[in-house]
């Protein structure tokens, strides 16, 4: 079973309850059409299997601190019993707020350049054949980030 991530907006007032219980959130689709104005389901962040890569791209070196982006994919599923227990957050308007703007000045060659030699040869070639895959969630990463900040929106994201 693949472990995969999503994300979605989340209005700033409603960023206090969530911390409550954010799978909560997540999983109640009436929820998110009574909020939105114009009436449809708000956009989502799916980062599919690419969260690994830009956990490892972002911040998990272990050598540097992480980039504020880090926080977009930080954490990860547990598997308890047979099952995945996904692995829920919040992040309140500042920390959306610092993740686009980390993500709009983020050059991938860049990531890749800091990142590969860090790994054994093996495991950079196989990053680095998964670049174009990387890059195209990293736009979007990078795209919804913005949008949500630029609403002055928190968000809520589940790796499961």
């Known amino acids: 079973m693949k472990i995969r991530y999503f994300a979605r907006p989340l209005p700033a007032l409603m960023v206090g309850n969530a911390?409550?219980?954010p799978g909560a959130l997540l999983d109640d689709g009436k929820l998110?059409?009574?909020w939105v104005p114009s009436g449809g389901c708000?956009?989502?962040l799916v980062l599919d299997e690419a969260w690994r890569d830009l956990q490892m791209l972002l911040g998990e070196n272990g050598q540097d601190p992480p980039r504020p982006a880090f926080e977009l994919?930080?954490?990860a599923a547990t598997y308890a019993n047979g099952e995945i227990c996904p692995y829920n957050r919040v992040l309140d308007p500042l920390q959306v707020c610092a993740i686009?703007?980390?993500l709009a000045g983020t050059d991938l060659h860049e990531l890749y350049q800091h990142c590969l030699p860090l790994h054994s040869p093996d495991w950079a070639t196989i990053m680095d054949g998964r670049r174009g895959y990387v890059e195209h969630y990293l736009g979007a990463a990078a795209a919804?980030?913005?949008?949500?900040a630029s609403e002055g929106m928190g968000m809520v994201y589940s790796i499961r």
């Open 19 to 21: 911390l409550v219980n």
């Open 42 to 44: 708000p956009t989502a």
């Open 144 to 148: 919804f980030s913005n949008s949500v």
């Open 32 to 34: 998110w059409e009574s």
């Open 100 to 102: 686009a703007g980390d």
């Open 73 to 75: 994919v930080r954490g």
